[in-house]
Each structure stands twice: as C-alpha cells, then as structure tokens.
C-alpha cells in the first residue's frame, strides 16, 4: 500500500503535530506501507487562478508549473493521503490550503448527482483517494477542530473519496513542553501507532484508539 503524507506544518518534523504524525507512520509502516512525506514548507505550489483550464482547455494539467507538476501524479499511484496540519484559525495553514486547492485537476467538469447533491467526479483515468487528517492546536477543547473536520469531509465528499477520520491532539504546545519536562504519555504515542497500523490493515481507526490520542493531558 502507498502512502502519500503531506505535512503542512511550518515547523516541519519540529511541530506539535509532528509529535502525533511521527508514531502514526511509524504504525503504518509496520503494517507494510510504503510511506512517502512531502513538506508544503519546501514545496513550491502556487495558489489556484481558478480559470479551470485544467478542465476546459488541457484536462488533467495546470497552467501553473511547479511542484504540483509532479506531486499530482504521485497522488494517483497512491492508496492514502494523510493531510497533517496544525490548526490555523480554524483551519489549515495557507500553503497546506494552496495544496488542497490544486488537486482541482484530479476532478472532471462534468456534474452528477451523488447522496442527493450537484457533485464533480474525478477523471475517469483516476481511481478515488482516500484521506485522513493529522492535526493539533494549542486550545483544550476538541471542540476546537470542528470546522477543520467538516472542511476535510466535505472536500473528501466532493472528491468522491472516502474520509478515514482524524486524528487529533488538542493542547499541543503544552504536550510538548510536558515531553519535555521529563513526562512520560507512552500510551497516547503507542495509540497514534495503532492508529497508524489500524488504518492500513481496517481501512479505519477504532474511536477508542483515537480517544486516547486526544486525551487530556491537564485540567483545563
């Protein structure tokens, strides 16, 4: 199984949500999947002109000529991408966004109906993309990704491609501060690799494994 990770943190293996990121491929791996990292911080990818040329005039291809020149075939080799972002007002980082926005060449013009809406399918030579998503944020609540996870399961759905789910750690800047005080958390990093292991042999991560990733770590 291939795997592509997109790491949208401008910190790169250095952020709170690496924290997370790094033991859920480390499970992946252990599971046998081919696991490939790129970094939006290193990755020249311009911002969608939204002129779809990539559906009208040449199908499948940008205008633009940059890294996404490459990546975007990548994509269609692999079985997974994970999207792993801290969050940024509500969201993800712009370059994570860019990102996101410029798979529109993966889509065809056409329209059709699906779960009762006005949906694009993805080109015919292409096969569906699962997503999950990897986050953290600096507030208590989980609460606080809500609109984060609804803007992934919408682009999944639009997409025509299944959400796997997320796995999320709030209070990541205190996490890591803790780590590094001395604080053992073995069981949320042995979680964030069984989550790692489970999506690749299920398909799926069990809610339970997921709650212990995102367990509190300190009173609010």
């Known amino acids: 199984m291939k795997v592509t990770v997109i790491n949208g943190s401008p910190s790169m293996d250095e952020g709170n949500t690496a924290l997370i990121l790094t033991p859920?491929?480390?499970?992946?791996?252990?599971?046998?999947?081919?696991?490939?990292v790129f970094y939006t911080?290193?990755?020249?990818?311009k911002p969608c002109d939204g002129d779809l040329s990539c559906w009208l005039?040449?199908?499948?291809?940008c205008i633009h000529h940059d890294d996404m020149a490459w990546l975007l075939p990548e994509l269609g080799e692999s079985d997974l991408l994970v999207l792993s972002v801290p969050l940024y007002v509500d969201g993800m980082p712009g370059p994570a966004k860019n990102f996101v926005d410029r798979m529109i060449p993966r889509g065809d013009m056409r329209i059709e109906i699906r779960e009762g809406r006005c949906r694009h399918p993805i080109r015919e030579d292409l096969k569906p993309l699962p997503v999950a998503l990897v986050s953290s944020c600096g507030f208590w609540e989980i609460?606080?990704?809500?609109?984060?996870?609804?803007?992934?399961?919408?682009?999944?759905?639009?997409?025509?491609?299944?959400?796997?789910?997320?796995?999320?750690r709030p209070t990541g800047p205190v996490f890591?501060?803790?780590?590094?005080s001395g604080m053992q958390f073995d069981d949320?990093?042995?979680?964030a690799k069984e989550a790692g292991r489970?999506?690749?042999?299920?398909?799926?991560?069990?809610?339970?494994?997921?709650?212990v990733i995102s367990r509190p770590i300190l009173s609010r």
Do not use: Y
């Not at 859920?24 to 696991?35: K, L, N, S, T």
């Not at 911080?41 to 990818?45: D, P, S």
């Not at 992934?152 to 759905?157: G, I, K, L």
């Not at 489970?198 to 709650?211: R, Y």
């Open 24 to 36: 859920f491929m480390d499970g992946m791996m252990a599971a046998g999947a081919e696991v490939d």
């Open 198 to 211: 489970q999506i690749i042999t299920k398909g799926k991560m069990s809610s339970e494994t997921l709650a």
């Open 41 to 45: 911080k290193k990755l020249k990818i």
């Open 143 to 168: 609460e606080h990704f809500d609109h984060l996870l609804a803007h992934m399961q919408a682009w999944a759905n639009n997409a025509n491609s299944p959400f796997l789910g997320a796995v999320l």
């Open 57 to 61: 005039k040449t199908p499948g291809v």
């Open 188 to 191: 949320i990093f042995q979680a």
């Open 176 to 180: 890591k501060g803790m780590l590094e």
